[in-house]
T-cell receptor, first 113, second 111 residues
């Protein structure tokens, strides 16, 4: 089966600009996650969706980050405006209904200058 | 969820067995122990999950003592391609959600 797709793979922007990342989960997976992984650290959960509803966004910096999953399939994570400390890899993962394995995409590496 | 503690890094040589121990002193009754592997420039990949005693799959074995306050991931006969970061996580029930990653263990396999 096809894995989790993410685009773009790399993005370089200046601080105060905006950026958006796209994720297409594995077909049929109802749960979708966005993680932020800063260099040298483990991934940190930003937001979790169940179909098109938000389950947990307690660690999402809502003053600048937003995410949506309008049709319960693919999802977009946006940062506006970006700060230097947002430089990280943004990982998307999905989970099927009858499994406990999260499947991760390759991530988008964001560099804010 | 219980906090996990694991070594920051480990070195090994090709063909050796590698054991990575993780401490989770505050593990709760409904918690499972799950391990993920992450190669550079890739997302984490599920390796193995267990509740107690021993679990084995085609990739690794997971040993969990009776008190469940620690666990050991065992990788048999490692190769250079096993060089990666290994994360030990405690997950509620056996659900795949609520993953809290620590810093992981950086395994370097040398020729």
């Amino acid at each position: 089966e096809a894995g989790v797709a993410q685009s773009p793979r790399y993005k370089i922007i200046e601080k105060r600009q905006s950026v958006a990342f796209w994720c297409n989960p594995i077909s049929g997976h109802a749960t979708l996650y966005w993680y932020q992984q800063i260099l040298g650290q483990g991934p940190k959960l930003l937001i979790q969706f169940q179909n098109n509803g938000v389950v947990d966004d307690s660690q999402l910096p809502k003053d600048r980050f937003s995410a949506e999953r309008l049709k319960g399939v693919d999802s977009t994570l946006k940062i506006q405006p970006a700060k230097l400390e947002d430089s990280a890899v943004y990982l998307c993962a999905s989970l099927g209904d009858s499994t406990y394995e999260q499947y991760f995409g390759p991530g988008t590496r964001l560099t804010v200058t | 969820l219980a906090k996990t503690t694991q070594p920051i890094s480990m070195d090994s040589y090709e063909g050796q067995e590698v054991n990575i121990t993780c401490s989770h002193n505050n593990i709760a009754t409904n918690d499972y122990i799950t391990w993920y592997q992450q190669f550079p420039s890739q997302g984490p990949r599920f390796i193995i999950q267990g509740y107690k005693t021993k679990v084995t799959n085609e990739v690794a074995s997971l040993f969990i003592p009776a008190d469940r306050k620690s666990s050991t991931l065992s990788l048999p006969r490692v190769s250079l391609s096993d060089t990666a970061v290994y994360y030990c996580l405690v997950t509620f029930n056996n659900a795949g959600n609520m993953l809290t990653f620590g810093g992981g263990t950086r395994l370097m396999v040398k020729p």
